[in-house]
T-cell receptor, first 115, second 112 residues
């Protein structure tokens, strides 16, 4: 039972390069999320997809794009990486509906360094 | 607007000490409340939850009571272990939205 799978686990990029972080869940969840985690700043929401076919901006969307490819997969793209985007990125999913009954499940993260 | 304020860390305790990590919130209505835990090198895991006022969530010896009078959801454990060393996050769903707010996290270190 894999849950939420993120690839790659680690990546080093040069400033200006592009890359896509992949996320897939096998729990048939409706909603998916991308967060970044920086020291002392907790988790900040980048984008989310409340259901297949929809995406919305979170707190810190600048410099990122997302694609909800299908119900299982939600990718995050950095078009032109900047050192300020060095962070740990987490994908999460939840079934939808009441938060009390349906909390989020998280992947193990992608550790991204931009030189 | 909705917000979560969490006790700043780091917190360092000796094994078997009593733990409290404070969390207060501002919200419309009475949302569910959560505590998540993040062990080194891993993603967040749900530790416990409470879905209405006066509920007590519990798991792995941790407890938290949803107190609407003080708008608080403090995390407690009677006797911590080295294996409890982790970062703990209080979390609150936004009112009428698909998003959730996380506190800034509290890093807990337990000395043998």
């Amino acid at each position: 039972n894999a849950g939420v799978t993120q690839t790659p686990k680690f990546q080093v990029l040069k400033t200006g390069q592009s890359m896509t972080l992949q996320c897939a869940q096998d729990m048939n969840h409706n909603s998916m999320y991308w967060y970044r985690q920086d020291p002392g700043m907790g988790l900040r929401l980048i984008y989310y997809s409340a259901s297949e076919g929809t995406t919305d901006k979170g707190e810190v969307p600048n410099g990122y794009n997302v694609s909800r490819l299908n119900k299982r997969e939600f990718s995050l793209r950095l078009e032109s990486a900047a050192p300020s985007q060095t962070s740990v990125y987490f994908c999460a999913s939840r079934p939808g509906g009441s938060w009390g009954d349906q909390p989020q499940h998280f992947g193990d993260g992608t550790r991204l360094s931009i030189l | 607007g909705d917000s979560v304020t969490q006790m700043e860390g780091p917190v360092t305790l000796s094994e078997e000490a009593f733990l409290t990590i404070n969390c207060t919130y501002t919200a419309t209505g009475y949302p569910s409340l959560f505590w998540y835990v993040q062990y080194p090198g891993e993603g967040l895991q749900l530790l416990l939850k409470a879905t209405k006022a006066d509920d007590k969530g519990s798991n792995k010896g941790f407890e938290a009571t949803y107190r609407k009078e003080t708008t608080s959801f403090h995390l407690e454990k009677g006797s911590v272990q080295v294996s409890d060393s982790a970062v703990y996050f209080c979390a609150l769903p936004y009112s009428s939205a698909s998003k959730i707010i996380f506190g800034s996290g509290t890093r807990l270190s337990i000395r043998p």
